[in-house]
RNA sequence: GCGCCUUUAACUCAGCUGGAUAGAGUAACUGCCUUCUAAGCAGUAAGCCAUUGGUUCGAGUCCAAUAAGGCGCGCCA
């Protein structure tokens, strides 16, 4: 796929290396190794297209001034044939080169000639990603933090496929441990307390409506006089949905059984749902995973139980206290920790480095990357030191972390849904506010910075709302193009390169931007950053906008500037799309 | 106590691998639609880039220390 960026700067370095070369030859510069220097676009744009630093970078090697050597190099540099016609030294000796127009109706016919896969790159080609993401605990139901985990998980496994990367999207099911017990023990006493005299009261007033049920259940805070629940438990109201529905359809006969049959029962009957319902939940949020891995198979094929054994082989782990430590320390880790407490059961995190050698030595992937909670960051010190006992190199393994998210509605911390009234989840966020909105506000920080979330803003449709303004500077593209073509001006015939394209600051600032797209999604693939997509897509659709101020498409003064900007529109167009196909958010053609 | 993250305009945030006068949006005010979508554009205002030192031709960007805020350091996950 084509890159004129990257074209451009190829030919500028190779023009600069030959008149370097030159020179050298010539004798006008002594032979001396040069330091490297940097091709880069200048942020003000009366400095050029591009602007090389060549001359101060090389200045004390070649013992002459920056200038001087800026001014030969000038002389020495033939411009005939290429995309630069010419070049200006500036301030302390910067180089500033200059575009010809052809370059700009080349970025302009690349868009329209690579269509939907204008941006894509090769750099992962051949490498396969594993991107594990949301993992939510299927014990409940999801909550802001996944929403935001779910937007950055699936953006970055997009970013790693335009860049050529096998991606797969994998959910890691915790269906296993003790958050599974604790689930099966909640359910237990919920249902229970619906057996007994006063939840039969409950149960006959609210007929057979679990949500009503589970309402009254729950009272203030899941935790009533009538229904008192102990410390330790899950108390949601979705805990008492799913013990009344199980009720509905098996009766009380539980009841009868002991406690540890009862509650396996109705885990068994629940966490299904869960899973079933968080699928469904991510779904409608317009993220699918290739894979749910679950938990439960790591303990049922031994693979749990081969990671203490093999570690014990190895000699890195010790007894203390009848439990068995991991020799953390000695891999880089804080501390050494635990793997198989004195009762026998393994801690939470031997599942997960037999999850990870999975990802890692059993499907090979050449990277796992994990989307987690900044809260677990004292985690993965941890893990890297198991796998690094194991032989796995760890830069295998990255790590982005995500800090809170912080709702905020009329500038005050929001805790509930404004349309339903419970506490707000992935569900209640998107009965609130549009599905776009949250998809391009959750990519709109980088990972590691808090995010103040306004529902307000997300729910308004005006300029304020990013996301309606660069759908609206789409739509408002579709409408042009719609218009020309409805008065018979649509006219796509003429070779691009043969068009006036470039002829006013406007269209320059935006072609521009357009022919940097592959590199921005190059570099936002590179550090896991699909923020930089929305805040592109807020950039292209802002020079869009000035565009179309300055320059009338239907109205301009000829026909062949017409054509031009016609062009452009479908380019920038074309462009908008493919950015917002990454982060899977929708551009209407009309608003 | 140890470790990680954050600190840029009144508010929310950009600032890519150090580069030429530090940028947006919001809020305030002023212009621009008989002409392709005014959900738009243009203009006016605001900043010891937390503090102090260091590295160099050059620091918001790199290093060190300090301060404030957040998080983590379990035989919880």
């Known amino acids: 796929m084509t890159n004129m960026m990257e074209t451009a700067q190829a030919q500028l370095r190779e023009l600069l290396m030959n008149a370097l070369g030159a020179l050298t030859a010539e004798g006008k510069i002594a032979a001396e190794p040069l330091p490297a220097f940097k091709i880069e676009v200048p942020a003000d744009k009366s400095h050029g297209d591009f602007a090389s630093n060549i001359a101060m970078a090389s200045a004390k090697a070649l013992h002459m001034a920056p200038r001087a050597i800026a001014e030969l190099l000038v002389g020495a540099i033939g411009f005939e044939g290429t995309y630069f016609e010419k070049a200006e030294i500036a301030g302390p000796g910067f180089m500033n080169f200059f575009l010809r127009k052809t370059w700009f109706a080349d970025t302009v016919q690349a868009v329209l000639t690579d269509t939907d896969n204008y941006g894509k790159s090769e750099g992962g080609k051949g490498k396969k990603a594993l991107v594990e993401f949301v993992s939510a605990n299927p014990t409940g139901p999801m909550h802001v933090g996944n929403a935001r985990g779910a937007a950055l998980g699936d953006g970055i496994s997009a970013l790693l496929e335009w860049t050529g990367w096998h991606t797969e999207r994998e959910f890691y099911v915790n269906d296993a441990g003790n958050q599974v017990a604790k689930f099966g023990k909640s359910l237990s006493l919920r249902y229970l307390q619906l057996c007994s005299e006063k939840g039969q009261a409950v149960m006959k007033a609210h007929a057979n409506d679990a949500d009503a049920i589970a309402e009254a259940i729950y009272g203030e805070d899941g935790n009533s006089a009538d229904f008192p629940m102990p410390d330790d438990v899950y108390l949601g109201r979705d805990i008492i949905v799913h013990a009344a529905n199980y009720y509905f359809q098996n009766g009380d006969a539980l009841a009868k059984l002991d406690e540890d049959a009862r509650q396996k029962a109705l885990a068994d009957y629940a966490l299904p749902l869960n899973i079933e ?315």
């Not at 996301?467 to 001006?489: D, N, P």
């Open 277 to 591: 319902g968080l699928e469904r939940d991510l779904k409608s949020y317009r993220v699918v995973y290739d894979n749910w891995f679950r938990e439960s198979k790591l303990h049922a094929d031994g693979s749990v139980d081969r990671i203490i054994d093999e570690l014990t082989r190895r000699g890195f782990t010790y007894e203390q206290e009848g439990a068995v430590w991991f020799k953390a320390e000695q891999f880089g880790a804080d501390k050494d920790f635990v793997l198989r407490r004195a009762n026998g059961i393994p801690t939470y995190i031997v599942p997960d480095i037999a999850y990870h050698m999975d990802k890692l030595v059993t499907r090979n992937f050449d990277k796992a990357i994990n989307v987690l909670g900044a809260d677990h960051h004292g985690y993965v010190p941890r893990l890297k030191a198991a796998l690094k006992a194991l032989d796995v190199d760890t830069d295998r393994l990255d790590v982005v972390l995500m800090q809170m998210v912080m709702l905020f509605r009329n500038g005050q911390p929001a805790k509930l849904s404004k349309r339903s009234g419970k506490a707000i989840g992935l569900v209640t966020l998107l009965e609130d506010i549009p599905l776009d909105a949250a998809r391009f506000f959750f990519n709109m920080r980088e990972a590691n910075s808090h995010f103040e979330f306004d529902l307000d803003l997300a729910v308004e449709k005006s300029s304020q709302n990013p996301v309606y303004y660069v759908q609206y500077a789409h739509a408002r593209i579709c409408s042009i193009l719609r218009t020309l073509k409805e008065e018979g001006l649509y006219v796509d015939s003429t070779p691009i390169r043969e068009l006036p394209i470039g002829e006013v600051p406007q269209e320059i600032e935006l072609i521009r931007h357009i022919a940097a797209f592959p590199a921005e999604i190059a570099a936002a693939a590179k550090v896991y950053d699909p923020s930089r997509v929305t805040k592109y897509a807020m950039e292209l659709s802002s020079l869009f906008h000035k565009f179309y101020d300055a320059c009338s498409v239907k109205n301009a003064e000829t026909p062949e500037l017409r054509e031009a900007r016609t062009a452009i529109c479908r380019a920038a167009a074309q462009t908008l799309r493919n950015a917002m196909a990454i982060l899977k958010i929708d551009c209407p053609e009309k608003m």
